[in-house]
């Protein structure tokens, strides 16, 4: 099953406008990770947030982290067409070091 | 930057061949990955490697193995192509371990079994 899972499923905004994804997961957690993956391509790492933080920032982009909720949310400001992107949580768990374990994924449409 | 590199975005096999996905990396990094994503069901995790030789099932490794002789290198084989098999198949590496690291992800070979 899996471990994250984003909401909502696909967004659709104006240039300009920001776009707040969310990610909630089931059992504890080292950190959690959001990744972009444009059509067709590979996943771009974004931001690492350990379990220990309950907020970050990178640019455009902001993270916060809700462990008593297990939930995570990703906020891209001033939204620009090249977001035009899925984007993925990815939750690394106390079992394994080695392990990610992806969340299904938001798809984001940013209209120019 | 790190840079992971698939050898083939696409290719098409036929049931029963056996087909090697080839993957490299330039940054010396410990541990090598290889996912599929599939429509609906995400990424998930078919081998990774922590070491030279050294490799670990992840959650779906039936029907794959994996060889990494040298660092930089991480091959997934398929032994006898199934039309199930038809995929997009991720490499990626990292310097340490995932509490720490994160992934670099390759662009992908997306893979049709006919």
């Known amino acids: 099953s899996q471990q994250g899972e984003e909401d909502p499923q696909a967004l659709s905004i104006q240039e300009g406008e920001n776009a707040t994804m969310n990610c909630s997961y089931k059992t504890s957690i080292n950190n959690l990770q959001w990744y972009r993956q444009n059509s067709g391509r590979g996943l771009v790492h974004l931001i690492l947030i350990r379990s220990n933080e309950r907020e970050k920032h990178s640019g455009r982009l902001r993270v916060t982290l809700d462990t008593s909720k297990k939930s995570s949310s990703l906020l891209i400001t001033a939204s620009r067409a090249a977001d035009t992107a899925s984007y993925f949580c990815?939750?690394?768990?106390?079992?394994?070091?080695?392990?990610?374990?992806f969340g299904s994924g938001t798809r984001l449409l940013v209209r120019p | 930057d790190v840079k992971v590199t698939q050898s083939s975005r696409y290719l098409v096999k036929r049931t029963g061949e056996k087909v090697f996905l080839e993957c490299v990396q330039d940054?010396?990094?410990?541990?090598m990955f290889w996912y599929r994503q599939d429509p609906g069901l995400g990424l998930r995790l078919i081998y990774f490697?922590?070491?030279?030789?050294?490799?670990e099932k992840g959650d779906i490794p039936e029907g794959y193995s994996v060889s990494r002789e040298k660092k930089e290198r991480f091959s997934l084989i398929l032994e006898s192509a199934s039309t199930n098999q038809t995929s997009m198949y991720l490499c990626?590496?990292?310097?340490?371990?995932?509490?720490?690291?994160?992934?670099?992800f390759g662009n992908g070979t997306r893979l049709t079994v006919t």
């Open positions: 940054m010396d990094h410990e541990n």
């Open positions: 990815a939750t690394a768990t106390m079992d394994s070091s080695y392990k990610l374990i």
């Open positions: 490697s922590y070491d030279v030789k050294m490799k």
């Open positions: 990626a590496s990292s310097l340490g371990a995932l509490i720490d690291s994160p992934l670099h």
